[in-house]
T-cell receptor, first 110, second 114 residues
Framework: GEDVEQSLFLSVREGDSSVINCTYT??????LYWYKQEPGAGLQLLTYIFSNMDMKQDQRLTVLLNKKDKHLSLRIADTQTGDSAIYFC??????????WGAGTKLIIKP | EPEVTQTPSHQVTQMGQEVILRCVPISNHLYFYWYRQILGQKVEFLVS????????KSEIFDDQFSVERPDGSNFTLKIRSTKLEDSAMYFC????????????FGNGTRLTVT
């Protein structure tokens, strides 16, 4: 069945770039998503990429998609303490539902 | 920016009781969803809803669950007889169109069944 895999933790120094990786299984997914969840908060849509794109940039965020390897990454440039959160990758194999990764907790070191 | 709102933020109930979780989707959105996240586990799809009927539901969404859009603004999830394992964070989401628009989520309702 469909599955989305992410590493559970990533630790970076403030000011460095963070790269969060994700692999997925369903090549028919139309969109792939990155959501951010801060402690005690909901799921905030960060960005998404259409499956026929390789890259999408939005201010400090860069999403790279390798369809051949079914690999998605999120790069956060100049990581700040406010970027501390859990980042979820999700794919959309059907019209009506998302399949989620377990989330990567981003830890910022001063 | 318009947002999805959920109430209450935290609900505590006894096993066997009925609960209703409430959501107000973004006003011009047409598709509505419920997801849940059991502590320490992945976010799981429960149900999607369009044009006043269920579009798709997961195996989790059994006869104990139901959804309703009682008026033009609210979207509710009812659990008829809660079990301990229903304890989770329940997220409501909405999207303008299923294929071309992303899902926007509320802040969730933390349901604790004792």
């Amino acid at each position: 069945g469909e599955d989305v895999e992410q590493s559970l933790f990533l630790s970076v120094r403030e000011g460095d770039s963070s790269v969060i990786n994700c692999t997925y299984t369903d090549s028919s997914s139309t969109y792939l998503y990155w959501y951010k969840q801060e402690p005690g908060a909901g799921l905030q849509l960060l960005t998404y990429i259409f499956s026929n794109m390789d890259m999408k940039q939005d201010q400090r965020l860069t999403v790279l998609l390798n369809k051949k390897d079914k690999h998605l990454s999120l790069r956060i440039a100049d990581t700040q303490t406010g970027d501390s959160a859990i980042y979820f990758c999700a794919e959309s194999p059907s019209n009506y539902q998302l399949i989620w990764g377990a989330g990567t907790k981003l830890i910022i070191k001063p | 920016e318009p947002e999805v709102t959920q109430t209450p933020s935290h609900q505590v109930t006894q096993m066997g009781q009925e609960v209703i979780l409430r959501c107000v989707p973004i006003s011009n959105h047409l598709y509505f969803y419920w997801y849940r996240q059991i502590l320490g586990q992945k976010v799981e799809f429960l149900v999607s809803f369009y044009n006043n009927e269920i579009s798709e539901k997961s195996e989790i969404f059994d006869d104990q669950f139901s959804v309703e859009r009682p008026d033009g603004s609210n979207f509710t999830l009812k659990i008829r007889s809660t079990k301990l394992e229903d304890s989770a964070m329940y997220f409501c989401a909405s999207s303008a169109a299923s294929l071309n628009s992303p899902l926007h989520f509320g802040n969730g309702t933390r349901l604790t069944v004792t």
